[in-house]
Antibody, heavy 118, light 106 residues
């Protein structure tokens, strides 16, 4: 059974940093693109960052470029999102998602809440 | 960037109704469109991929159609479990979601 479990969310002050983790199991992690998707309270879904199997391709939404870094450790079956210079508008539930070979997101984690507030 | 626009934003319907949600892309995305269902406090769940392919385990009352810039999600007979928010997503050029359509009880 495919499982994605996020962790690392919490309350952080504006300008602060946070590192999210996503532990994957039930599939060969190293064979898939992976993505982080966020959802601000009461709002829609936004694909924040996506990367390929070996990290040679990484894509970011414009609003996080230069502040967020997606990475992975295939030996540990884990995906990460390093978030720096956090802003109030980064407050959201952050989901880890697996990217199917076609490109859609076929499995999602339960999400971890990031709150940026003083 | 490709923009995705869903309509309507909110839809009021009754159990047994046929429901259609539209998603338009700002440029052609060929068939690279997915539909997701999301319930409050839960992660999105994949329903349809490649415009019309039904994900395994998804009830057959859900169907998708379209190509290029215009797509539809149809629920043939709305069930109580279907009251939720639905999102389209393009993956022709990176990944973009529509703003969502909330299906509520009439």
């Amino acid at each position: 059974e495919v499982q994605l479990v996020e962790s690392g969310g919490g309350l952080v002050q504006p300008g602060g940093s946070l590192r999210l983790s996503c532990a994957a199991s039930g599939f060969t992690f190293s064979k898939y693109w992976m993505s982080w998707v966020r959802q601000a309270p009461g709002k829609g879904l936004e694909c924040v960052a996506t990367m390929n199997q070996d990290g040679s391709e990484r894509h970011y939404v414009d609003s996080v470029k230069g502040r967020f870094t997606i990475s992975r450790d295939n030996a540990k079956n884990s995906l990460y999102l390093q978030m720096n210079d956090l802003r109030a508008e980064d407050t959201a539930v952050y989901y880890c998602a697996r990217v199917d070979d076609y490109g859609h997101f076929d499995y999602w984690g339960q999400g971890t809440l990031v709150t940026v507030s003083s | 960037d490709i923009q995705m626009t869903q309509s309507p934003s909110t839809l009021s319907a009754s159990v047994g109704d046929r429901v259609t949600i539209t998603c338009r892309a700002s440029q052609s995305i060929r068939l690279w469109l997915a539909w997701y269902q999301q319930k409050p406090g839960k992660a999105p769940n994949l329903l349809i991929y490649k415009a019309s392919s039904l994900e395994s385990g998804v009830p057959s009352r859900f169907s998708g159609s379209g190509s290029g810039t215009e797509f539809t999600l149809t629920i043939s007979s709305l069930q109580p479990d279907d009251f939720a928010t639905y999102y389209c997503q393009q993956y022709n050029n990176y990944w973009t979601f529509g703003q969502g359509t909330k299906v509520e009880i009439k």
